[in-house]
């Protein structure tokens, strides 16, 4: 079946636009995450949501990031005001929950200029 | 809180060597431990997990990792490496609050040479 899609796969950008990442999980996981990737810095998490439940939001690294997903299926992460140090890959994963393996998606690149 | 610590950033094995790719976690009660390997310009795809069953673990592409609570280590390892191993390894552990969330270490770029 169709793994976790993600697009744009690249983004190039202005410092201080917007940007919206989308994210279509498999179908059927509950859960749903996003992780940024910085040279050398590893997977940062970021927010996941399970179910109906609140999002957990703990990793998200400003106020300039939200995240919403939309009918228990995609999801978008949106950067506010991009800054330069926002750039990274953004990676999607999605799972059935609990200590499941988590699908990741391709990721999109964010540069910020 | 949990932690991981993957020593060496990058390392180099010849083709047919042994692979030992090194993970130590920081957890106040047994955690959940997990391998993933991203191929280039890929999502990562779990290797292998530890969920207190066997302490050692097998996993895809012949690799294999062993929980060692007195050590606080998941190394990973495999025999003989292949071309085709090269690729990005990290190692997670389950958040102690939240067993769906993952923290992930910082990542070990494994070379292979011919």
């Known amino acids: 079946g169709a793994g976790v899609s993600q697009s744009p796969s690249n983004k190039v950008t202005e410092k201080g636009k917007d940007v919206e990442l989308r994210c279509d999980p498999i179908s059927g996981h509950t859960a749903l995450y996003w992780y940024r990737q910085s040279l050398g810095q590893g997977l940062e998490f970021l927010i996941y949501?399970?179910?109906?439940?609140?999002?957990?939001k703990s990793g998200l690294p400003s106020d300039r990031f939200s995240a919403e997903r939309t009918g228990g299926s995609v999801s978008t992460l949106t950067i506010q005001r991009t800054q330069q140090e926002d750039s990274a890959v953004y990676l999607c994963?999605?799972?059935?929950?609990?200590?499941?393996?988590?699908?990741f998606g391709p990721g999109t690149r964010l540069t910020v200029t | 809180a949990q932690s991981v610590t993957q020593l060496g950033s990058h390392v180099s094995v010849s083709e047919g060597a042994l692979v030992l790719l090194r993970c130590n976690y920081s957890s106040s009660v047994p955690p959940y431990l997990f391998w993933y390997v991203q191929y280039p310009n890929q999502g990562l795809q779990l290797l292998l997990k530890?969920?207190?069953?066997?302490?050692l673990v097998k996993g895809i592409n012949g690799f294999e990792a062993e929980f060692k609570k007195s050590e606080t280590s998941f190394h990973l390892t495999k025999p003989s490496a292949h071309m085709s191993d090269a690729a990005e390894y990290f190692c997670?552990?389950?958040?102690?609050?939240?067993?769906?969330?993952?923290?992930f270490g910082t990542g070990t770029r494994l070379q292979v040479f011919p």
């Open positions: 994963a999605s799972s059935n929950g609990g200590v499941t393996e988590q699908y």
């Open positions: 530890y969920t207190s069953a066997a302490t």
């Open positions: 997670a552990v389950s958040d102690l609050y939240n067993t769906d969330k993952l923290i």
């Open positions: 949501f399970q179910g109906n439940s609140a999002p957990d």
